[in-house]
């Protein structure tokens, strides 16, 4: 069974200042695709990065970079530059076979201005 | 089209009462899947198609939760004889595998439903 843990039930960070979130997963598979999505209160999820296990190199977009450590099965996010936007729930998520998502249990992310 | 769309926005039923929601996919994605987020949790997998074959059930899906998905685009999912453990927000999202097999996921905003 696939599984993903975020230690971190909250974290909190003065706007434009740096924050990292913590992500470990569980898989046997050797191919698969990891991801970190927001869930701001009331509003749909949204993807905010994606990593290709068969990638070494690290994602990122904007502010948003992942450090991705394969052989310890850490996904860590971390957002630069904070903005009171990006105050949300973040979700790591795993994909396993079928393409459908294991979630962990969440960040929830306060900006303080 | 905006994206996934999901009706009705939020539903409260009394118990023993029959409930079901509606997804409109991505237009031209041929995967949807349904989840079920409780407060404070990630969403957990219930089912998955892939045009209008069912692909994979959870066993969180019980005898008394069905889903289709005639002709390959929108989907219901029904609850029968709801209980108060249904209680949740029910989350639609749509994918289409890329030549790799894999694509991101797109949600829609959920239905909350409340039953008391």
């Known amino acids: 069974a696939q599984t993903v843990t975020q230690s971190q039930p909250e974290m909190s960070v003065q706007e434009a200042e740096t924050v990292t979130l913590s992500c470990t997963y569980d898989?046997?598979?050797?191919?698969?695709?990891l991801f970190w999505y927001k869930q701001p209160p009331s509003r749909q999820m949204i993807l905010v990065i994606r990593?290709?296990?068969?990638?070494?190199q690290n994602a990122t977009e904007n502010r948003f970079s992942v450090n991705f450590q394969k052989a310890a099965k850490s996904f860590s996010l971390k957002i630069s530059d904070s903005q009171l936007g990006d105050a949300a729930m973040y979700f790591c998520?795993?994909?396993?076979?079928?393409?459908?998502?294991?979630f962990g249990e969440g960040t929830q992310l306060t900006v303080n201005p | 089209d905006t994206g996934v769309s999901q009706n009705p926005r939020h539903k409260i039923t009394k118990r023993g009462q029959n409930v079901t929601f509606r997804c409109d996919p991505i237009s031209e994605h041929n995967r949807l899947y349904w989840y079920r987020q409780t407060l404070g949790q990630g969403p957990e997998f219930l089912t998955y198609f892939q045009n209008e074959a069912q692909l994979e059930k959870s066993r969180l899906l019980s005898d008394r939760f069905s889903a289709e998905r005639p002709k390959g685009s929108f989907s219901t999912l029904e609850i029968q004889r709801t209980e108060q453990g249904d209680s949740a927000m029910y989350l639609c999202a749509s994918s289409y595998p890329t030549g790799t097999g894999r694509t991101e996921a797109f949600f829609g905003q959920g239905t909350r439903l409340t039953v008391v």
């Open positions: 990593q290709e296990a068969y990638k070494q």
């Open positions: 998520a795993q994909e396993t076979s079928g393409s459908r998502l294991t």
């Open positions: 898989t046997s598979e050797s191919d698969y695709y």
